[in-house]
């Protein structure tokens, strides 16, 4: 078995023993199968190529103190990959399967859930893409849905710091009557460029602003944003906004510690005004934010010192950490442990 050396894990791609997938094709989806295979093979008209039809999933297994593991609220991602098939016409998974796929490739890479006192978790990525061939602009008539995972240490390399962040008005993510709302790969494909540039720049990441006015923060590159103002946890409400899983997570966390839930439309000039501010996914959980930088307007909204995140950010971000690891009650059976 590899020795993984977990004080340097990064977040990246790493090869399991083996991941599940299943295939629908002739009017249905067959039954899961296991494969340690790390390629696909596919027509080449196959619509995921020329059309754009994939979406995808993230989401994670945590070991705990006791040594069980657990998987964090995989019946929302189940859903959001749902709505991701209906909106761009692929064919839904049925009731299930998607759940029983994930406990099955948890169960099989088990001893790849990195120890509890690594701080690590394994990152479980489902995908699902049209293979079927087309050639006029038509929904494919196959489709391949699969699951991989890997270990991973945290998504930005400093861990639970405060970074900053820019904004950048020559870019958008998504449209407002567009894919914003689903987990699709072109959203992506549109941030990679303003991305790069801002990583360039020495930034932890992008801010986009509202498409059609370019006056209201939407969300970051990787992640949901959201801040704090008082006893007030604000998030944007927008038409091109992923519902982000964890935000909707932390949402409730922040509700049971007594703060007041503001999710609105949030004029880029409120950011003078925030104590706080955090980047928050599955893959980053929460990412402070220290300040943000309009690139355009050069102007600098210092929220909080260099690496320095906010009390309320750590309060929600280790109440969140808690429950995954099991080390706090989940009171709202968030978990599901992976027997």
């Not at 998504?174 to 991305?195: D, M």
């Not at 946890?233 to 964890?246: M, R």
């Not at 932390?250 to 706080?276: N, T």
């Amino acid at each position: 078995m590899e020795q993984i050396d977990w004080s340097t894990l990064g977040f990246g791609y790493r090869k399991a023993d083996y991941n599940v997938r299943c295939t629908y094709k002739d009017g249905k989806w067959g039954e899961l199968r296991v494969s340690d295979s790390e390629e696909v093979t596919m027509h080449m008209a196959a619509t995921v190529l020329h059309y754009g039809q994939a979406c995808f999933e993230g989401l994670k297994a945590f070991r705990g103190k006791d040594g069980k593991i657990r998987v964090f609220r995989m019946d929302e991602n189940a859903k959001r990959m749902q709505n991701s098939c209906n909106t761009i016409l692929m064919q839904p998974l049925p009731d299930g399967l998607f759940e029983e796929a994930v406990k099955k490739v948890v169960k099989l890479n088990e001893h790849l859930v990195p120890p509890y006192e690594t701080g690590c978790s394994m990152y479980i990525r489902p995908v699902l893409f049209g293979t079927g061939a087309q050639v006029g602009v038509h929904p494919a008539d196959q489709y391949e849905f699969i699951v991989f995972v890997m270990p991973v240490g945290p998504y930005f390399k400093d861990g639970f710091h405060a970074a900053p962040c820019c904004i950048m008005r020559g870019y958008d993510r998504a449209a407002p009557l567009g894919t914003g709302r689903v987990k699709v790969g072109g959203n992506y494909a549109s941030s990679l460029a303003s991305g790069v540039i801002a990583h360039e720049k020495g930034y932890n990441a992008v801010i986009y602003l509202d498409a059609r006015s370019k006056r209201f923060i939407d969300e970051c590159g990787p992640a949901n944003f959201f801040g704090i103002n008082g006893n007030s946890y604000i998030t944007p409400d927008s038409e091109s906004i992923l519902p982000s899983i964890t935000n909707m997570s932390i949402q409730q966390v922040a509700r049971d510690l007594g703060l007041k839930i503001e999710v609105r439309p949030m004029p880029v000039e409120e950011l003078a005004f925030l104590d706080e501010a955090a980047m928050c996914g599955t893959a980053a959980v929460i990412a402070p934010i220290s300040r943000v930088d309009d690139l355009d307007e050069n102007k600098t909204y210092q929220i909080l010192p260099d690496r320095t995140p906010g009390p309320v950010c750590t309060k929600l971000y280790d109440t969140l950490r808690g429950i995954q690891y099991g080390d706090i009650e989940d009171t709202h059976n968030w978990v599901t442990i992976i027997e």
